[in-house]
């Protein structure tokens, strides 16, 4: 299988070039591209060394299949020309999440989307991954009416440069603490907000969780923040059921589904660099209303929250088609 990836440089695009090494694709050829800014570097892949290249209308020539791990404008201006070439393309952008005719996918939870024929598959926000992989399994035994959640976000969340400008800011401690930064602080709004009050991030959780869990009416309530970690996001998630269950049975279905449940909260110190999803400290809501449980949940945003999700996004496709 031959295989692309625009935008290998940066931060998602470095994670997917790791996970290449142990994926069960039979990949034969692997080309990388980014910007002129990168252009003759090299990288190290489980192929050799591969020089990087600028992305351009050449590079999908004879590809089966291409990874976008770029920004939403980057992915509108490459993704057609993938199509072109004929090569499928898994976007990790927001650009073509919520298209009607594109999925948006977690495996586990909605594989069955593939196999159809499809030619742009969209990986969800990193948030919205480790969110339904294990809201999920709860839907399917208990029902689902409602969920409220509000999200601890690491700056690698942000890309490459956000990640810089924490180091910066942590070479420079304690001399340079601001409104704004990262260091020392919580961000309480990721994006911009609009005229509702809702910030950018917030609308994809809510839209991208209603589509991957085929629930478009669904109440979703969500508050998203930025916090100074750098790798690992946490999510605290409140979830209404449709019928009682007891916190043995919640327990049993999400471990039988691959989360890993632990009574302490997950802390992303100790899931960086894990492919898991991790929930911890489930617990019913008594003081709330009837059938409400919390969690606190937790899962590397660079694996699970992308690059592994994009990786287990082809394989499923690969196995489909
Ligand atoms: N970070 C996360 O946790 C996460 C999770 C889920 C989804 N995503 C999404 O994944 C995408 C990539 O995010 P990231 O965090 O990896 O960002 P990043 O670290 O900033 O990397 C951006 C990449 O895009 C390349 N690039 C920039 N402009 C380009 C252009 N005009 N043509 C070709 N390549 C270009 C950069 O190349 P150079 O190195 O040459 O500048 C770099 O390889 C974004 O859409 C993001 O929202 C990120």
Redesign the pocket.
């Known amino acids: 299988m031959r295989i692309g990836i ?9 994670e997917l070039v790791t996970l290449l090494a142990t994926s069960k694709l039979e990949i034969t050829e692997l080309r990388l ?7 003759g570097k090299s990288m190290a892949t489980h192929l050799g060394e591969r020089r ?1 290249t ?2 351009n209308p050449g590079f999908f020539s004879g590809l089966d299949m291409c990874f ?8 509108e ?2 993704v057609p020309v993938a199509l072109a070439n004929d090569v499928v393309s898994i976007d ?4 073509y999440r919520l298209e009607k005719d594109v999925p948006l996918v977690v495996p586990e939870v909605n594989g069955d989307l593939l196999g159809k024929g499809e030619r742009i598959i969209a ?4 948030i919205v ?1 480790p969110l339904v992989a294990a809201i999920y399994p709860i839907k399917k035994h208990f029902g689902l009416e409602e969920l409220i959640l509000s999200t601890y976000q ?1 700056v ?6 956000a ?1 810089n400008q924490l180091e910066d800011e942590l070479a420079s401690y304690p001399s340079d603490l601001r409104e704004g930064k990262f260091l020392l602080n919580v961000l309480g709004a990721i994006g911009s907000i609009d005229e509702s009050g809702h910030s950018q991030e917030e609308i994809k959780i809510v839209r991208e969780t209603r589509k991957i869990l085929n629930m478009p009416e669904i109440p979703v309530a969500v508050t998203a923040a930025r916090v100074a970690v750098k790798r690992g ?1 946490c999510q605290a998630v409140t979830f209404i059921t449709g019928k009682d269950a007891d916190l043995r049975e919640i327990s049993e279905v999400l471990q039988a589904e691959g989360i890993v449940v632990t009574a302490a909260p997950p802390q992303p110190l100790a899931l960086g660099g894990s492919d898991k999803v991790y929930v911890g400290r489930l617990r019913e809501n008594r003081e709330h209303r009837p059938r409400s449980y919390s969690l606190w949940l937790g899962a590397d ?2 694996r699970k ?2 690059a592994l999700n994009a990786l287990e996004i082809a394989e499923e496709w690969w196995f489909r088609h």
Not at 33 to 39: D, E, L, N
Not at 68 to 75: G, H
């Open positions: 625009v935008g290998a440089t940066g931060i998602v695009g470095r591209s980014a910007t002129s800014r990168s252009k990087i600028e992305v976008f791990c770029v920004s939403p404008a980057v992915s201006k490459w990790n952008s927001s650009r990986n969800p926000n990193c991954t690491s690698s969340g942000a890309g490459q440069e990640l996001h945003n660079l929250g992308a």
